[in-house]
């Protein structure tokens, strides 16, 4: 079908296809489509030569732009991912990932936020460092979703007059709770010192440098508990006990403040003096930080 | 600078794009500017620092808004939460027009994130100046299309780009973003003459002129905005002026970013032309 | 102690603690932001500012460039060396063909 003979939509549809396929190894528009078909009979069909550059080539313009597009504002959100997997096989999952998650919104600053989950089910494309890499993907993700989330108002005074074991409580909405395999905040926090301090050494972008997987000396499978969040327009990494980080994922789920308590506590060995301890402590730390708000209208309905 | 109902019959003289590496100068040393335009995506967000320094240029300056993912040429239907954003943002800004581009990027809910050429048919007519009724009608402050740089036209094609334009602000109402530099880049790029393109367009409806650099390879040219403008597009920004009579202008630069001063001496002079008998006077005594 | 009790007990630590924060946070917010940011900055962890994450994702070049957020690779040296934006893809290497080629 040539292009006089299509709507609209379906011109939309086949140049959408065209300029998201990806490209060869040596980053040119492919000769053949998903389907088998010939390229340059689809690029013909869609689109004028000119004197200079064929319908293929023209059409090739949109199509490595598209990738390079994409592939870079995959790279500036996981470059610490980048760099513990190297730049070969982040390129290999940044395609793959793409190829069954290309944007579905209007801002590329949601591109990478099925990356974290997708990793995780596709263990070989990240080879030995798989759960490493899967962690340093999602500290990297709270980054983003941390950095401009919303900020509601703290629970006020009198508000918390109020509270109760049954009393529902909400989290600041730019707080995210990460139970990571691999203290990989600081392997993230590590790498970016080291890329700047190796940068300004070298009078070079950052991301000109580092093509191999980064070393990692000392790097091992250790638990960690981890809150990103926002103080002062910055994002921090703050770490958290497991007792703190299950109490605040039960509040974040809308568990009755009682119930989220005993479910942080249920597997601790502190004893009754200490937990009450910690409890005073990490509460007071909440409510200083603004991390504790009154839920949504949706969840108070829901808890009566 | 009388402005047209398109504008909202601002007299916003010349402005730049605001870009993060100016932020600690303009901050520090308060620099008169005209007025800044910003991408209106970058700050569709919930929170954080971007919008706190929006607010704090909005404090000090003009803005106005500018998109690059409304798609006006998609077939499919906006996203409402799409919508929804730019509408906050636009009551937060108070910007008294808004632009996005002539084009489409987006097609069954998944997005290319680029400007991509339309076939200029009677159907894409249609439904384009549909989409921007419909946009500007939720807004409800006066949208402005912009010509976009192109690689590729379509077999498709019943008609010429200014022809395109013309029939798509006429049926939406709309106003005209125009850019000269991409004009320039598409002539180039489709071999067409880019004077007879600003010599047709509907001159009443030019809300705002864009004005930028480019890069210029083997086979074509690419929409980089990373250089000064070049005396080609100049020509076509005076003879822009020429027809439409002085009109907010904006100069993008994007990659690349110089300093502040840089960037705003190339803007100012935009001035030559807008002014041209003031010009003229300050050379003298100068 | 009975179940009930320890839990009358957890729940008054949690809620004095969170009282006695909101306070602090309260005062802080009579003080000048310095003093109230040290206080509230001292509890946060630690500072993370992200490689190029800050920057926005979006710019107005037509989206089309080379460089940057629309174009090369970082992987490609700044447009250097490979061939992934020369001749009829993109970037100039050198640039020493392209100008004036158009003029």
Redesign the interface.
């Known amino acids: 079908m040539s292009a006089g003979t299509m709507s609209l939509e379906q011109v939309q549809r086949a140049m959408a296809a065209a300029v998201m396929q990806p490209l060869t190894e040596d980053e040119q528009m492919r000769s053949t489509a998903a389907d088998g078909r010939s390229m340059a009979a689809i690029a013909e069909s869609l689109i004028a030569p000119n004197s200079r550059l064929s319908s293929f080539e023209r059409l090739e313009i949109y199509n490595r732009q598209y990738w390079f597009r994409v592939l870079g504002a995959l790279a500036e959100d996981f470059s610490a991912l980048r760099a513990v997997v190297g730049a070969r096989a982040f390129e290999a999952i940044s395609v793959a990932y793409l190829t069954e998650h290309p944007s579905r919104s209007f801002t590329l600053r949601n591109l990478g936020s099925k990356l974290p989950e997708w990793l995780a089910q596709h263990p070989q494309m990240a080879g030995r460092r798989h759960r490493l890499a899967v962690d340093i993907a999602r500290v990297e993700w709270a980054f983003v979703e941390a950095f401009d989330g919303a900020e509601h108002d703290p629970l006020t005074a009198e508000q918390i007059a109020t509270l109760d074991g049954g009393s529902r409580l909400a989290l600041q909405p730019h707080l995210r709770l990460l139970a990571l395999e691999y203290p990989a905040d600081e392997v993230v926090r590590g790498l970016h010192a080291g890329e700047k301090r190796q940068a300004s050494e070298a009078g070079i972008a950052s991301e000109e440098i580092e093509e191999a997987p980064a070393a990692l000396p000392g790097i091992r499978r250790r638990p960690a508990w981890v809150a990103a969040h926002r103080v002062e327009h910055a994002v921090y990494y703050k770490r958290l006990r497991r007792e703190e980080f299950v109490t605040l994922r039960c509040l974040s789920e809308g568990k009755p403040l009682a119930d989220a308590i005993a479910a942080g506590f249920a597997e601790s060995r502190l004893n009754e003096v200490q937990t009450a301890r910690c409890l005073r402590a990490w509460f007071a730390n909440w409510a200083e930080l603004g991390w504790l708000c009154a839920p949504e209208l949706e969840l108070l309905m829901e808890g009566m | 600078m009388a402005g047209n109902r398109f504008n909202a019959y601002q007299d916003h003289g010349v402005g730049i794009g605001l870009r993060i590496p100016h932020y600690a100068h303009i901050f520090a040393r308060k620099p008169v500017v005209d007025w800044f335009e910003i991408i209106s995506e970058n700050f569709m967000i919930d929170g954080g620092r971007p919008l706190a320094m929006l607010d704090r240029i909005l404090e000090q300056y003009r803005v106005v808004q500018h998109g690059v993912s409304m798609y006006f040429g998609s077939v499919t239907p906006p996203d409402p939460e799409h919508l929804r954003r730019l509408k906050q943002l636009v009551r937060r800004t108070g910007t008294p027009w808004l632009s996005d581009h002539l084009c489409w990027g987006s097609v069954d809910g998944t997005y290319t994130h680029d400007l991509l050429p339309l076939p200029y048919t009677w159907e894409a007519v249609e439904r384009t100046a549909e989409r921007v009724r419909m946009v500007q009608d939720y807004l409800e402050i006066p949208v402005a299309v912009e010509n976009v740089s192109s690689y590729a036209a379509f077999t498709s094609s019943q008609m010429t780009e200014w022809e395109f334009l013309t029939e798509v602000v006429e049926r939406a109402d709309c106003g005209i973003l125009l850019d000269v530099n991409n004009i320039y880049v598409s002539a180039m790029n489709h071999e067409f003459d880019a004077m007879e393109y600003v010599n047709a367009v509907p001159a009443h409806r030019v809300a705002q002129i864009h004005i930028a650099g480019h890069s210029k390879y083997e086979k074509y040219i690419l929409d980089t905005h990373d250089h000064p403008v070049i005396d080609p597009v100049w020509d076509l920004y005076a003879r822009a002026i020429e027809r439409c009579g002085p009109t907010p202008t904006l100069l993008e630069w994007d990659d690349r970013i110089p300093s502040f001063d840089e960037v705003h001496a190339e803007a100012k002079k935009a001035e030559r032309y807008l002014h041209p008998q003031a010009a003229t006077l300050t050379e003298a005594v100068g | 102690?009975k179940k009930n009790q320890?839990?009358a007990?957890?729940?008054t630590?949690?809620?004095?603690?969170?009282?006695?924060?909101?306070?602090?946070?309260?005062h802080?917010a009579t003080q000048s932001p310095a003093q109230a940011?040290t206080?509230?900055?001292m509890?946060?962890?630690?500072?993370?500012?992200?490689?190029?994450?800050?920057?926005?994702?979006?710019?107005?070049?037509?989206?089309?460039?080379?460089?940057?957020?629309?174009?090369?690779?970082?992987?490609d040296?700044?447009c250097k060396g490979?061939?992934?934006?020369k001749?009829?893809?993109?970037?100039?290497t050198d640039g020493s063909?392209?100008?004036?080629?158009?003029?």
Request: net charge positive; glycine share 18%.
């Open positions: 102690m320890l839990n007990m957890l729940l630590a949690a809620l004095s603690g969170l009282m006695g924060g909101t306070a602090i946070a309260a802080a940011n206080a509230r900055l509890k946060a962890g630690f500072r993370y500012d992200g490689t190029n994450a800050a920057t926005p994702k979006h710019s107005c070049k037509g989206q089309n460039s080379c460089k940057g957020q629309g174009g090369c690779k970082s992987s040296n700044g490979k061939n992934s934006c001749g009829k893809g993109g970037c100039a063909k392209m100008p004036g080629h158009f003029a």
